[in-house]
């Protein structure tokens, strides 16, 4: 392993670390928001949907 490809494994470790303390606590409801995102605007609610 060269020395730019430790540097680049230890910014990636970093950056997982840090997207772990923002994210902590919260995973459930960025992942329904971005469920809900996704959906194009004029699609019904899934109660509506047949």
């Given at each position: 392993?060269?020395?730019?490809?430790?540097?680049?494994?230890?910014?990636?470790?970093?950056?997982?670390?840090?997207?772990?303390?923002?994210?902590?606590?919260?995973?459930?409801?960025e992942?329904?928001q971005n469920?809900?995102?996704?959906?194009?605007?004029?699609?019904a609610?899934?109660?509506?949907?047949?």
């Open positions: 392993m060269t020395r730019e490809d430790q540097d680049f494994a230890r910014s990636q470790k970093s950056m997982i670390g840090q997207t772990m303390r923002e994210y902590g606590g919260r995973f459930l409801f992942l329904i469920g809900y995102d996704a959906q194009p605007p004029d699609a609610p899934s109660s509506a949907r047949s």
